[in-house]
Every structure is written in C-alpha cells, then in structure tokens.
Nanobody, 123 residues
Framework: QVQLVESGGGLAQPGGSLRLSCATS????????MSWARQAPGKGIEWVSG????????YYADSVKGRFTISRDNAKNTVYLQMNRLKPEDTALYYC????????????????WGQGTQVTVSS
C-alpha cells in the first residue's frame, strides 16, 4: 500500500530554516511526480511546490519562490522541501503528496497524501 510519511517539522524563528522529508513506500517512486501542500488554521490547502519524477522540472507558489527548494532522491524514495528565510505566514501543516503521473504534480489530482508535519514560525 502507498505510504507517505512526513518529518522534519518543528519550531523555527523568522528568518530560520527547516528541511522537511517525505519517506515513501508502496509504489515506484521514481515514476511519479511529487508535491508539497500546506494548510494553515482557518485557511484552505495551498499548493507549495512540485517536482517531476526525474527532477527535471519544478513548481513553486509565488509565496515561497526564492525561499523554498524541492528536491528528491529516487534511490531513497524520498522527497524533500528545504525551507529558508522562514516567515510567520509559513506556519502550517505541511503535507507530501504523490502525483498522478511522472509530470502531474497538481495536488488537486494527487491520489495519496501523508499525515502531515507541523511547521511553526514564531519568535
């Protein structure tokens, strides 16, 4: 069965950094695009980032562009989200999603999601 397990969240100060990981199993990881999405209290789900199955193309929301970097290690079946220059508005529950194909990382079509990891940015 498909499993997605996020980790690496926690408390960070504004301007600080965190690195999220999503360990996967139950499918051919290297054949699928992956994505990250987040949800803050009282808000809808926001698409944060996406990456093609081979890492050849990426997507970033305007709100995180230039600060976050998505990457993947297909040998480890793991996708990462490096978050730098964090802001209080980055506070949210971050989810890792499995894409529907090698290039489709739209979270609206992602068939599976992890349980999420909490990121809190506060001084």
């Amino acid at each position: 069965q498909v499993q997605l397990v996020e980790s690496g969240g926690g408390l960070a100060q504004p301007g600080g950094s965190l690195r999220l990981s999503c360990a996967t199993s139950g499918f051919t990881f290297s054949s699928y695009a992956m994505s990250w999405a987040r949800q803050a209290p009282g808000k809808g789900i926001e698409w944060v980032s996406g990456i093609y199955s081979d890492g050849s193309a990426t997507y970033y929301a305007d709100s995180v562009k230039g600060r976050f970097t998505i990457s993947r290690d297909n040998a480890k079946n793991t996708v990462y989200l490096q978050m730098n220059r964090l802001k209080p508005e980055d506070t949210a529950l971050y989810y890792c999603g499995k894409g529907s194909s090698y290039s489709d990382y739209d979270p609206r079509r992602a068939p599976y999601w992890g349980q999420g990891t909490q990121v809190t940015v506060s001084s």
